[in-house]
Structures are given as C-alpha cells and as structure tokens.
C-alpha cells in the first residue's frame, strides 16, 4: 500500500505559469520534505515541516513556497517556473525528523518547464 | 556536523559477480546510516538502516552494509548482482538527535550491471 502519495506524477508547465504538486501520507508522521533532484544529482532539501511549523532553507529561491494544511497533506507552489525549475520533486516523511528514524519518499513528481 | 562522501560515482559488474559500493561519513554524534536504492523515474526506497545496534545491517534484496566506526565507513554489498540491481545508489546520515530534521545525501553511485 504506497504510504506517500504524490500527484501529479508527471507535470508540463510554460514558462511563468503557476505550478502546484501535492504530496500525501498514511503515516500520521509529523514531518514532511519536500526535496528537488535534477538530473543526475542527489536530492536537494527545499524546506520541511514539523507538524505546522515551517522551515525554510536558506538557499531555497523565494519562487517556491509550501502549505501543510493539515497532517496528511503538503503541497509544494511553484509561482513562475524557469527552465531551470525542471526537476523530479520528492516528497518524504519521517516520524521524529532525523535521530534513529529514516525518510519515507513518494514516487516523485517530474516537473518539465517549456 | 555530518557529512557523507561516496567514494565512486558509477560502479560497473557483471551479473553474477558482488557488487561493493563504498560510503565514508563524518559526524558528531552517533550516527544513523541509510542506503537508499531509486531505480529511474522513481522515488528513493530504503535499502537498510544501521542505528546504533547490530554493526552488520541486512537488508532488502540480499544487500547488507557493515558500520566500522574506526573507518567511519558504511559500505554497502550484496553477493551476487542481478540485472535488476542496477539503479542510483544514495548514502545518508541523519542528524544523529532526534529533532534535527537533517539527513545529509552522498552524491550517489550509479549502479551498471552487465549480462
């Protein structure tokens, strides 16, 4: 049974215009990631957060924001796609963010940008 | 503060033959260790963890990984490669306290298995 659900799996956006990717879980943890991973290359964190508390890093691009309007559900907003925002997203939870307990990703959302 | 280095970026072996994919970490605490394994297109499946019990970890698909704290080292190994082993590789270490919400990824090992 997939755990963490993400849609759309696949996403073709024009330049500019606004994208939104959805995460789920089953898991009931109280942490969500939301990461970007370019071609060829490890994720890379975006932001998390810990039940409703939001947490930004540093060199994330003002461009992408994120709601968690509840346990189950985070979404990731991309407000003007570049070329350069062609990327699969993963969304990944863990029970207690970090320590002895793992990440569980979705399958990703792979964003093409024209 | 943690870190990870994957020592090789691409792993080529024959069906058949062991496979060994190497990982050094850092860290300042007692880490927690992860493989994951992400087959193209796909999100990242966790291969095994190591957290602080047992120092060789079984894991799935016939993959084990030995923690050897005086190499600070996590590599992972499976006996016998099949085709469907071939996938990207990732290493990582947690915060090593809960809460930190920091998992640091290694670079990656693109597995190649040839019939």
């Known amino acids: 049974d997939a755990m963490v659900i993400q849609n759309p799996r696949y996403q073709v956006t024009q330049f500019g215009k606004p994208v939104t990717l959805s995460c789920s879980q089953t898991?009931?943890?109280?942490?969500m990631y939301w990461y970007q991973q370019k071609s060829s290359q490890a994720p890379k964190l975006l932001f998390h957060?810990?039940?409703?508390?939001?947490?930004n890093e540093a060199d994330t691009p003002d461009n992408f924001q994120s709601r968690r309007p509840n346990t189950s559900f985070c979404f990731l907003d991309i407000r003007s796609p570049g070329l350069g925002d062609a990327a699969m997203y993963l969304c990944?939870?863990?029970?207690?963010?970090?320590?002895?307990?793992?990440?569980?990703f979705g399958e990703g959302s792979r964003l093409t940008v024209l | 503060a943690q870190s990870v280095t994957q020592l090789d970026s691409h792993v080529s072996v024959s069906e058949g033959t062991p496979v060994l994919l190497r990982c050094n970490y850092s860290?300042?605490?007692?880490?927690?260790l992860f493989w994951y394994v992400q087959h193209p297109n796909k999100g990242l499946q966790l291969l095994l963890k190591?957290?602080?019990?047992?120092?060789l970890v079984k894991g799935i698909n016939g993959f084990e990984a030995e923690f050897k704290k005086s190499e600070t080292s996590f590599h992972l190994t499976k006996p016998s490669a099949h085709m469907s082993d071939a996938a990207e590789y990732f290493c990582?270490?947690?915060?090593?306290?809960?809460?930190?919400?920091?998992?640091?990824f290694g670079t990656g090992t693109r597995l190649k298995v040839l019939a």
């Open positions: 990944a939870t863990s029970r207690d963010g970090g320590g002895t307990g793992e990440l569980f």
């Open positions: 898991l009931n943890h109280n942490v």
């Open positions: 957060y810990y039940d409703k508390d939001f947490n």
């Open positions: 190591y957290t602080s019990a047992a120092t």
């Open positions: 990582v270490v947690s915060g090593g306290i809960s809460g930190t919400y920091k998992y640091i």
């Open positions: 860290s300042s605490y007692s880490p927690s």
